[in-house]
């Protein structure tokens, strides 16, 4: 168990829907990561969250938003959603600023199917 | 544009001998690189990392090479454990101060044999 919670674990919805995806870091860790994992795809990474205040932005559409609230949980909104939206989405947490020391705790993920 | 390349989407080996599995990168500015293991229906667990100013980190069971001329570096797991069994995801980070994210590559399905 990393610590981090996402929900929901799955979730099937019709193109054209709107989705939210929530994300509990582990206690104490302030950043947040957004990444997306398609079908033999690797992980893409999305957005990152660091204390309430994005800090990095990746391949991000623009029908795809996110936020961290006070309470450092997060959420991924998904809108007009399309077929090729289908895939894993993760959320990740670490205690500090940078992704490459490692310190990345990752969750289970929410599968997301646009049918 | 895949920076970080896994080849093998697969790997099958018998459990006490080596496991090696590869990766290959094309962003000369990558100075920083780790290794992830998935297990099915969880998220990706850090396993070992090492730094572009090394060759070589080894941790147990698991050693990581790297090679910057030809921009590769592998996973060696020896003696190999059927729990060894897990998709393996090879992830790097560039030369950016306070570099915030990490490039994956697609994974590699590594099989352990009993």
């Known amino acids: 168990d990393s610590g981090v919670t996402q929900t929901p674990k799955h979730l099937i919805t019709a193109t054209g829907q709107r989705v939210t995806l929530r994300c509990s870091p582990r206690s104490g860790d302030l950043s947040v990561y957004w990444y997306q994992q398609s079908l033999d795809q690797g992980l893409q990474f999305l957005i990152q969250y660091y204390n309430g205040e994005e800090r990095a932005k990746g391949n991000i559409l623009e029908r795809f938003s996110a936020q961290q609230f006070p309470d450092l949980h997060s959420e991924l909104n998904l809108s007009s959603l399309e077929l090729g939206d289908s895939a894993l989405y993760f959320c990740?947490?670490?205690?500090?600023?940078?992704?490459?020391?490692?310190?990345?705790?990752f969750g289970e993920g929410s599968r997301l199917t646009v049918l | 544009d895949q920076q970080v390349k896994q080849n093998s989407p697969s790997l099958s080996v018998q459990e006490g001998r080596i496991s090696i599995l590869n990766c290959d990168y094309t962003?000369?500015?990558?100075?920083?690189f780790l290794w992830y293991k998935k297990y099915p229906a969880e998220g990706p667990t850090f396993l070992i990392s090492i730094s572009s100013i090394k060759d070589k980190n080894e941790d147990g069971r698991f050693t990581v090479f790297l090679n910057k001329s030809a921009k590769h570096l592998s996973l060696h797991i020896v003696p190999s454990q059927p729990g060894d069994s897990a998709v393996y995801f090879c992830?790097?980070?560039?030369?950016?101060?306070?570099?915030?994210?990490?490039?994956f590559g697609t994974g590699t399905r590594l099989t352990i044999i009993p």
């Open positions: 992830a790097a980070s560039d030369d950016d101060f306070g570099n915030e994210k990490l490039t």
């Open positions: 962003n000369s500015m990558f100075d920083y």
């Open positions: 990740a947490s670490s205690v500090g600023l940078f992704a490459n020391t490692g310190e990345l705790f």
